[in-house]
């Protein structure tokens, strides 16, 4: 099946790297136009690399390569001003990927500073808040049926150790996607979530992640993971690929989910069951 998002317009966040670019290549292999966005900065509590100009400039050729036309914008999803000019110069968008956030390096609740609390907050759950009011108007105002998907997390649907800033936000998200999928039902616009488990980008492949799976060694490499990464998930497979959650998030977007709203998607390896 090819063209399931054929005529479609569709807006992503954090689109520089990771999943943001991989739903980026999907809906434009599947025929969507792309609107991309992302701050491309670092964040001091999270210890792996955001994205870069260069980046999104490669996830937008990998788009464009696909067929799809694409405009690319530097914007915090923080700031519901930035957000709302992105709208307005992208114009209407029938898909959303509310899709940007970051992970800290995990501690125990009490040791979380204010500055990476509310930094988690901020870009986790208030972002997708922002992202997802500058869209609503303007998809209300069209008519037409709209799909918006926000990406959560396991950690939105149960605790964690040394992940309480982190699932917090996620379990935030989870309550605002239910309330805005109430909202934008009688408006035929459908708001659902993601809940990937560990995935394969730069926020498990870095050496803080190592360090934790693996404290027993100096110098712990990806491969030493595995077996750690394994004891999150029923099936014996440490994580997903990028790709995994974008065949998910496609799903959301097209019109083959067209009665589908308010849920929460686990796409975890089995991890929910633990």
């Not at 083959?256 to 796409?267: A, K, N, W």
Request: net charge negative; charged share 20%.
């Amino acid at each position: 099946m090819t063209g399931r998002v054929a005529g479609k317009r569709a807006l992503v966040t954090g689109a520089a790297l990771g999943q943001g670019r991989a739903h980026a290549v999907r809906l434009a292999e599947e025929g969507a136009d792309l609107v991309l966005v992302d701050l491309l900065t670092d964040y001091p509590d999270v210890p792996y690399p955001m994205g870069t100009a260069a980046d999104l400039e490669e996830t937008v050729a990998l788009a464009e390569k696909a067929g799809a036309r694409v405009t690319s914008h530097v914007a915090d999803v923080r700031d519901r001003a930035a957000m709302d000019r992105v709208v307005d110069e992208a114009g209407p968008v029938d898909v959303v990927v509310a899709n940007a956030g970051i992970c800290p390096a995990g501690t125990p609740f009490w040791e979380v500073s204010e500055r990476q609390w509310q930094a988690v907050m901020d870009v986790n759950a208030k972002g997708v808040w922002t992202t997802v009011s500058a869209v609503a108007p303007r998809m209300i105002e069209a008519g037409t049926r709209g799909s918006i998907v926000v990406t959560a997390s396991v950690l939105g649907l149960k605790g964690s150790r040394n992940m309480a800033d982190y699932a917090a936000s996620k379990h935030a998200v989870v309550g605002l996607m239910r309330s805005m999928a109430l909202d934008l039902a009688p408006h035929m616009i459908r708001v659902n979530a993601l809940c990937p488990n560990s995935v394969d980008t730069n926020m498990i492949n870095n050496e803080t992640i190592f360090q934790r799976f693996r404290p027993d060694l100096e110098n712990p490499r990806r491969e030493d993971t595995v077996e750690g990464f394994k004891s999150l998930t029923v099936m014996p497979v440490p994580w997903l690929e990028p790709v995994d959650i974008a065949n998910a998030m496609l799903w959301l977007a097209s019109d083959e989910s067209r009665y589908v709203t308010g849920v929460t998607l686990p796409v975890d390896l089995g991890g929910c069951l633990k």
